[in-house]
């Protein structure tokens, strides 16, 4: 007979997950960390930079479209990418740039911000800051590098990409959400016996319940194990939620919507039906962003959307202008899965696609929510309060499970190095 048939499939499932968590470990350590603090991203933002998240004057906000020349005006160097065209109340505008390409070297231009911040009342400029720079970490920085930590480890783009760090990552939760399974497979009872008059149900649950408790007097190495193998099995259908999301998120383009369109059903995008450029080249529009936007109004209107429009980008890497249509804030933090966007082709102005969030296709539902399960927000805060519960027992599960690695092996090498006698007294079957 085949080893692993007569031996049972427990030992190698332990082995796989064994080692595929001691290669994540680090890796989900950080994120779960992260995960747990940028679930309330907004927020610290608010706590450790009013100078820049909070206007300083009274009065009715100019128009941010205007606005954003201004910016464009000072520094010729970049262009706007995004202007949001309501503040919340008593919030500043938050203007995204990026920088243009210079003609003398074919390389775009770094400009060392990629974030203005003005008062809306007078435009004044409050202050710039590199969204997700690495370093000086800074209160103003200090959200945004754990954000980018998260989902990327900080990652330099070179050969014409910054998408490594996201492979990267996306390739750790692809190991974590197939470890999921294992985990769960290997705290369900081992023993083949009958559930006796309890029946098999009863007998079974008998046997799997201690796999759900601590023992709060139990030695050290006990009390690790108790916690590992319980709060994965507490929380077992959030983490796993957590790294299918990570990798669906992560590895999107790649390997999650190619997958999904080859088994269900999908409405592809503008986001999925073009190829990005490369950093040093961008698409840069033929339109402004005012007659999108009086374009996108109008369709909204015929649409029967009864929220404004909320927010204006561009994208260059894939030649899209997107409007989304929310109140004030109503980009971030909501319940759902996110407000409507219509999107425009920024050559052209005609109309590339929109997001009507929970319509179309069980599969475009599907791809809809990945985000906002990942973070939690498609439950509001409840969700976000979840979400951060989650991201400490990730990083707590992470280390126990490598304490136990390192006490069975610790186990393993006491045995080898047992005297002789004893240790040949010990391999010998029992009589």
């Not at 936007?293 to 929220?307: D, F, H, N, S, V």
């Not at 973070?375 to 979840?386: F, H, N, Q, Y």
């Amino acid at each position: 007979m085949v080893p692993w048939l007569r031996t049972g499939v427990r030992p190698y499932v332990g082995f796989l997950h064994r080692w595929a968590g001691l290669a994540t470990a680090g890796f989900l350590f950080v994120s779960g960390l992260t995960g747990a603090v940028i679930s309330w991203d907004h927020e610290l933002d608010d706590i450790l930079n009013p100078h820049l998240m909070h206007a300083r004057t009274a009065g009715a906000p100019l128009d941010p479209l205007a606005l954003a020349d201004r910016v464009e005006a000072r520094d010729p160097r970049v262009m706007v990418t995004f202007v949001p065209l309501a503040p919340e109340p008593g919030g500043s505008y938050d203007i995204g740039v990026a920088g243009k390409v210079d003609p003398k070297t074919g390389r775009r231009i770094d400009p060392g911000y990629n974030q203005v911040f003005l008062d809306p009342a007078t435009g004044e400029e409050l202050g710039r800051r590199n969204w997700g720079a690495v370093w000086p970490i800074t209160p103003e920085t200090f959200v945004s590098f754990l954000y980018v930590l998260h989902y990327s480890l900080h990652v330099p783009p070179f050969l014409g990409t910054d998408r490594w760090g996201l492979w990267l990552m996306g390739a750790v939760a692809l190991v974590w959400t197939v470890d999921c399974l294992f985990g769960f497979y290997l705290t369900l009872p081992s023993s083949k016996r009958g559930g006796g008059p309890r029946g098999f149900w009863g007998g079974f649950w008998a046997r799997w319940k201690p796999a759900w408790k601590i023992k709060a007097n139990a030695s050290a190495y006990r009390l690790n194990f108790d916690i590992h193998r319980a709060f994965g099995l507490w929380l077992w259908g959030v983490l796993f939620t957590v790294a299918f999301t990570a990798f669906s998120l992560n590895l999107y383009s790649e390997v999650f919507y190619p997958a999904l369109s080859k088994i269900s059903q999908t409405t592809p995008g503008p986001f999925e039906l073009r190829t990005p450029r490369d950093l040093d080249h961008p698409i840069m529009p033929e339109l402004g962003y005012r007659p999108i936007l009086a374009e996108a109004e109008r369709e909204a209107k015929t649409r029967g959307w009864a929220a404004p429009a909320g927010g204006v980008f561009y994208s260059p890497e894939y030649g899209v202008y997107g409007v989304g249509f929310y109140e004030p804030g109503g980009d971030h933090g909501s319940a759902g899965v996110g407000p409507p966007y219509l999107y425009y082709d920024g050559l052209t102005g005609a109309l590339a696609g929109d997001y009507r969030p929970w319509r179309g296709t069980a599969a475009d539902i599907f791809v809809q929510a990945q985000f906002p399960l990942h973070s939690g927000r498609i439950l509001g805060l409840p969700g976000r309060i979840l979400i951060s519960f989650t991201g400490l027992v990730v990083a707590a599960l992470s280390v126990t499970g490598v304490v136990i690695w390192l006490r069975k092996r610790q186990a393993r090498r006491q045995r080898r190095a047992a005297p002789v006698g004893l240790g040949e007294a010990a391999r010998q079957p029992a009589e």
